[in-house]
């Protein structure tokens, strides 16, 4: 009777142990995608203060890969933007394609993020710009997308901003 007891005690306890190395091995795996996810949106995040850098020096032109004037058809959509890479197309078809090709259509960051698989890309499309009393005000549409460490955790951010210039 006291091998039975023995041998029921022991089973418990190595169920018991089982249920806790997967509840560790659980919570492991969502720390790191919680890192990954963190990586990625401060990836995003620097990507699309490269392109306000872009805005500020005067730099925004159509003739940059990633650069948009008059804005994309279709932009406003948040499916347009969060569709994985997209396809690979030529320049020339970026403002018609749907969903947008981060390979082909976007600007690359000038430097990876610590941590992250790739480099972050960003686009800046022209809304609007409107002079009035000497000065002139242009607002702009920034949308960035990192992929993080794993180049799965997909953070696509925007941003508008608007700049006065005076002569």
């Not at 702009?140 to 210039?165: H, K, M, N, P």
Request: charged share 10%; hydrophobic share 35%.
């Amino acid at each position: 009777m006291t091998l039975l007891v023995g041998l029921v005690l022991l089973v418990m306890l190595m169920v018991v142990s089982v249920i806790g190395f997967r509840n560790t091995t659980l919570s492991t795996r969502m720390t790191g995608n919680a890192v990954d996810r963190n990586i990625s949106f401060q990836s995003a995040e620097n990507a699309g203060k490269e392109a306000l850098q872009v805005i500020e020096s005067n730099g925004f032109g159509v003739a940059h890969a990633g650069h948009y004037d008059p804005p994309l058809p279709g932009a406003g959509s948040t499916a347009f933007w969060t569709q994985g890479p997209g396809a690979t197309v030529s320049t020339s078809a970026c403002a018609s394609t749907t969903p947008f090709s981060w390979k082909s259509c976007a600007a690359s960051v000038a430097s990876k993020y610590t941590g992250n698989a790739e480099n972050a890309r960003y686009s800046i499309e022209l809304l609007s710009r409107v002079a009035s009393g000497g000065s002139t005000v242009s607002t702009y549409r920034v949308t960035s997308r990192s992929t993080g460490g794993s180049g799965d955790a997909e953070v696509v951010l925007q941003t508008i901003y608007s700049q006065t210039t005076t002569p």
